[in-house]
Each structure stands twice: as C-alpha cells, then as structure tokens.
C-alpha cells in the first residue's frame, strides 16, 4: 500500500511558476513508475508527465514539453512537477500516481495508488 500526498498547488497569474510535490509513505517508493494527471472540471483525467522509477526515463504531453519538468529524489519518497510559463489552460486539479507496471504508462488505468489532488488556477 502506498500513500501519496500533492502539495504546492495555488492561484497564479499567467506566465507564473509553480512546483507541485508529491510524497509517498513507505519503502518502495523506487519501485513505481511515477504520473502526473490533471483535471478539469467536465473533462477527463489525463496524462501530464510520467517518470520511470530511476528518474532515466520521462515522458511529457504535447502541451507541456519545454514548460513542465518532472523529477523524483528516491531518497525523500518524492517526485516533483516543475511547471513553468503556466497558462489559464493549465488550471485544473493536479494528482499524482504511482505505477508498479515496468514501463511508464501515459493513461490512467494502469495507475494502482493515486493522491487527493492539489488545485491549480492560472488567471489570465
């Protein structure tokens, strides 16, 4: 069983940073492939980043790449999403997942653990 806890989120102006982090209780936190997810209100929970579980291996949508940064620290249980140049489009509810899969998965469904959810608005 793995806890996971987002925090960071927060009301920003277009153009603002944020970084959301995302700890996990336990001891095999090195053993999950790590997501990102977002959702807004009447859409679908999707894919913003993934991470294989060494941090060699990462994956971003389209509409992040060159703006979101994703990273994990095994040692402090903990996987971050640097989000920069953040657009009103971007705000939605931002939860984190964790995958026992071997390869990173870019969909919800084969995520086992996921956090609460931390909100992001981006005002324009």
């Known amino acids: 069983q793995v806890q996971l806890v987002e925090s960071g989120g927060g009301l920003v102006q277009a153009g603002d940073s944020l970084r959301l982090s995302c700890v996990a209780s336990?001891?095999?936190?090195?053993?999950?492939?790590m997501g990102w997810f977002r959702q807004a209100p009447g859409k679908e929970r999707d894919v913003v980043a993934a991470?294989?579980?060494?941090?060699?291996?990462?994956y971003y949508v389209d509409s992040v790449k060159g703006r979101f940064t994703i990273s994990r620290d095994n040692a402090k249980n903990t996987v971050y999403l640097q989000m920069n140049s953040l657009k009103p489009e971007d705000t939605a509810v931002y939860y984190c997942?964790?995958?026992?899969?071997?390869?990173?998965?870019?969909?919800?469904?084969?995520?086992?653990?996921w956090g609460q959810g931390t909100q992001v608005t981006v005002s324009s």
């Open positions: 991470i294989s579980r060494s941090g060699g291996s990462t």
């Open positions: 997942a964790a995958d026992r899969s071997i390869s990173i998965h870019t969909t919800a469904g084969p995520y086992d653990y």
């Open positions: 336990g001891r095999t936190f090195s053993s999950y492939n």
